[in-house]
């Protein structure tokens, strides 16, 4: 259940009623799709406030590019990036999830003001950041990873993708809670394009519902992946990163109404708009499968868009995590 400690950042993992976008603020000169565009901290603010305009509930906030061949930076360099950030924005009410590898800047951010840590590594590349996480008592997210990707899309081979990723989450996630951290701490992430080719991340989204059965909350971040690119390509070539968001809001569509926690994004109003509809054609459903019911639920959540009308603390609920499957 979330709750305020006493420098004001939330405590517990966020919930919403319905998938939420997360939005995505690369202070790097060298990520993927948009590197050196928010590396300065005025500027990074000013895009994270804005990503909350458009309908982010919450925003992530990186230092440190993991795109495949990325040489990784040096801790004081990713501090120096990440930390006044983070400030920025949690000082202006935004809900703030830290993307790193690293338990010092985790622990740095999470005193400047995150509410949740987003490691890749799903606390592989560093030891002490379990430890780090579990003494916060702080939500984690913990992805798929099969490595550093310096050399490239490394150890990518499956015999069965959905099985092997499920199997080895479990495995993680049995890992961060002998650690300590609670279980309505942690979030899972397939972690899409990582180590995985095209038809890896298509089967994995087709199979949402295997990692559902993992029992915990569940993060999907497609935004501008190769895999997209790939099912995009046509006549002149694949479409570079920033033309795919689109194809990344269909996906945050599926991901919804497959009951996705949350959607990890780059442009965020599209998404925003998928998100709405994907939840309002289940309230539809689940209208309609209600005996008795009256009128229809659509209007409702179309009359309460992310972002609109309220701080991102307003939008979050202070409720345990959904059960399996839930919308």
């Not at 499956?158 to 890992?175: K, W």
């Not at 199979?207 to 569940?218: I, Q, T, V």
């Not at 497959?258 to 209208?287: F, I, K, Q, Y």
Request: with cysteine; charged share 25%; net charge negative.
């Amino acid at each position: 259940m979330s709750k305020q400690s006493g420098r004001g950042r939330v405590v517990g993992l966020p919930e919403w009623d319905r998938c939420a976008v997360m939005g995505v603020v690369n202070v790097t000169p060298d990520s993927f799709s948009d590197g050196g565009r928010w590396f300065d901290t005025t500027a990074a603010v000013k895009h994270g406030l804005q990503l909350v305009a458009e309908g982010a509930d919450l925003v992530d906030v990186g230092g440190e590019s993991t795109r495949p061949g990325a040489t990784r930076v040096d801790e004081a360099e990713e501090l120096r990036r990440v930390v006044p950030v983070v400030r920025g924005l949690a000082s202006e009410g935004v809900v703030v999830s830290v993307d790193t590898m690293r338990a010092t800047v985790a622990a740095q951010a999470l005193a400047a003001g995150a509410a949740l840590v987003n490691d890749v590594s799903g606390g592989l590349a560093d030891p002490a950041m379990i430890p780090t996480v579990a003494d916060a008592d702080a939500p984690f997210v913990v992805m798929h990873w099969r490595g550093f990707l310096e050399g490239g899309n490394v150890k990518g081979v499956y015999a069965d993708v959905v099985a092997e990723v499920v199997d080895e989450l479990r495995a993680r996630v049995d890992a961060v809670l002998a650690g300590g951290v609670a279980p309505d701490r942690i979030v899972v992430d397939p972690g899409l394009g990582f180590s995985k080719e095209a038809d890896h991340d298509l089967m994995l989204l087709a199979h949402l519902d295997r990692l559902h059965a993992l029992g915990h909350p569940l993060l999907v971040a497609a935004s501008r992946k190769r895999f997209l690119g790939r099912v995009l390509a046509g006549p002149q070539g694949v479409p570079p990163a920033r033309e795919r968001d689109a194809a990344t809001a269909a996906v945050s569509a599926l991901a919804a109404q497959a009951g996705a926690w949350a959607v990890r994004v780059h442009e965020v109003r599209a998404t925003a708009d998928a998100v709405r509809v994907a939840r309002a054609v289940e309230g539809a459903r689940e209208e309609k499968d209600t005996p008795g019911a009256g009128a229809p639920g659509p209007a409702r959540t179309a009359a309460n868009p992310p972002g609109a009308g309220s701080t991102p603390e307003a939008r979050t609920q202070s409720a345990t995590p959904r059960a399996e499957g839930a919308r």
